[in-house]
């Protein structure tokens, strides 16, 4: 009878244990450890490389082309992929359940129909009803294959048949390998599952997009197991009850990871929102008190947000703080400089800060606009709807430079603002745009002297 062994496999990074433990060694999350039956021939190949031939070669002999890429037909995914999908890539789309996730591949095989065969398997919905999503989404599809096989292998020898030039696998946590005797979703099955994908990907120059659930917690297994096997690792973010849908390259060995697509969910599927910072500002309150328009960088791209910032009287003796798109613990240091350089007395004071639209900002750009827009609601001073401010704070309350100001400034002047707040050691030369004013502060003082 063959031996069968049990080993403990934390889902959140993969950490393999002989026996239970309560924290992960590894990634140090608590009660993420997982028994697993594992027969002995399948350890073998588990770490096994991607590519079977694997004799060492001299770099010089080695032949390479550029890599090619493809357009996916749209210029916010092929942004954040780095101007299209490279060929025979393996590419994660992780997200929570229902981000749309299958939606925005779906679209993306109905744009590249007309060049590409496309092999689409999917064990989450049956067959008619991709078909009826298809349907409505766009028309015509004769290169789209639907296949629901689970079985990985039997979906690899079925894409040897078709010969596709694409394969999508939604979604890996639903397929599983026979040699593997753990449930399918299971570190085990997922990771010989993404392997065995990666292999036949590289070995025969096809385009791979797997998707990948992740929730908060790291349910099933995690996506560092997966991020270490795939070349591109897209991550969906958004809120769950926002429409526009943010999509980021955590990990991209063809390109950069600092580019964001945005996309709005419709009842025609994901649009390209080509202009985010306009769509970000939309319905911004007129007049009001304690909120700002900031630029941040995501990646080359400037974009403007609304910061809004409300403090109210406290009814504990620990005041609240709240971030939402924001880091915390910035904006709780944030607060600090603001009591201890301009004299605002916070510490009985709820505070709660927000960037509107779902997008999550974690620049320090975005520390000059925190400021004002809480000293806004606390002088009850409005900032000026024209206003753009973007600035990192050090703890003595002075506005550092940032990068890319140019870039910014330009941004705020496209959209009609009329006034920037920047830092004062800034080169403001070539900032000369006709009808843009510029306030160069050198402290926090300075800006609030400059707009109240
Ligand atoms: P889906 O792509 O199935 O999510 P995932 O694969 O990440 O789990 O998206 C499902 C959500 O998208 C669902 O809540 C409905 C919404 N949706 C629309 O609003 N409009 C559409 O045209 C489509 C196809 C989906
Ligand atoms: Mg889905």
């Excluded at 078709?162 to 939604?170: C, H, Y």
């Excluded at 915390?328 to 800060?353: P, Q, T």
């Excluded at 603002?417 to 050691?425: A, D, L, Q, V």
């Amino acid at each position: 009878m063959a031996s069968v062994k049990t080993v403990f496999y934390c889902s959140e990074c993969g950490y393999e244990s002989p026996k239970w433990l309560g924290k992960c060694p590894g990634c140090e999350h608590w009660n993420t450890f997982t028994e697993e039956v594992m027969k002995k021939e399948a350890k073998q190949n588990r770490y096994s490389s991607v590519v079977t031939n694997s004799k060492p070669k001299k770099m010089s002999d080695i032949e390479v082309g550029k890599e090619i890429r493809f357009i996916t037909g749209y210029r916010e995914l092929d942004r954040v992929l780095g101007n299209g999908a490279v060929i025979g890539s393996v590419n994660l789309v992780g997200g929570d359940p229902g981000i749309g996730k299958s939606t925005l591949l779906l679209q993306m095989c109905l744009n590249i129909q007309k060049n590409f065969k496309i092999l689409y398997c999917s064990a989450e919905e049956s067959v008619e009803q991709i078909k009826l999503r298809a349907n409505r989404l766009k028309d015509g599809n004769e290169n789209i294959f639907l296949s629901s096989n689970t079985n990985i292998d039997g979906l690899i020898a079925d894409a040897q048949t078709l010969k596709p030039n694409v394969v999508i696998v939604d979604s890996i946590q639903t397929v599983y390998a026979e040699d593997i005797s753990s449930a399918p979703g299971s570190v085990s099955q997922v990771r010989e599952c993404t392997l065995k994908m990666t292999r036949f990907a590289k070995e025969n120059n096809i385009t791979v997009f797997i998707v990948g659930h992740v929730t908060k917690e790291g349910m099933i297994a995690g996506p560092k197991v997966l991020e270490h096997m795939v070349d591109c690792v897209l991550q969906f973010e958004g809120e769950r009850y926002s429409n526009f849908r943010i999509i980021r390259a955590v990990k991209n060995r063809y390109g950069s990871t600092d580019e964001i697509g945005v996309f709005e969910m419709t009842d025609r599927g994901l649009l390209e929102v080509g202009n985010p910072s306009q769509v970000f500002l939309e319905g911004r309150p007129k007049n009001v008190s304690g909120t700002i328009v900031i630029c941040t960088m995501e990646g080359t791209r400037p974009i403007l947000a609304e910061i809004q910032g409300l403090t109210a009287h406290s009814a504990y003796a620990a005041p609240r703080r709240m971030t939402t798109g924001l880091d915390f613990n910035r904006a709780s240091m944030i607060m600090a400089v603001l009591e201890k350089k301009a004299g605002f007395n916070l510490s009985s004071s709820d505070i709660y800060l927000n960037i509107t639209g779902g997008i999550k900002v974690m620049e320090p750009a975005a520390d000059l606009g925190i400021c004002l827009a809480v000293a806004s609601n606390i002088k009850n001073h409005p900032v000026g709807d024209d206003t753009v401010a973007f600035g990192e704070m050090g703890l003595t309350g002075e506005i550092r430079n940032v990068s890319f100001v140019e870039k910014r400034v330009n941004e705020a002047f496209k959209l009609g603002f009329k006034r920037c707040i920047i830092p004062y050691s800034t080169n403001s030369e070539s900032l000369s745009l006709e009808g843009m004013e510029i306030i160069r502060v050198k402290n926090i003082l300075e800006a609030f002297g400059a707009v109240f």
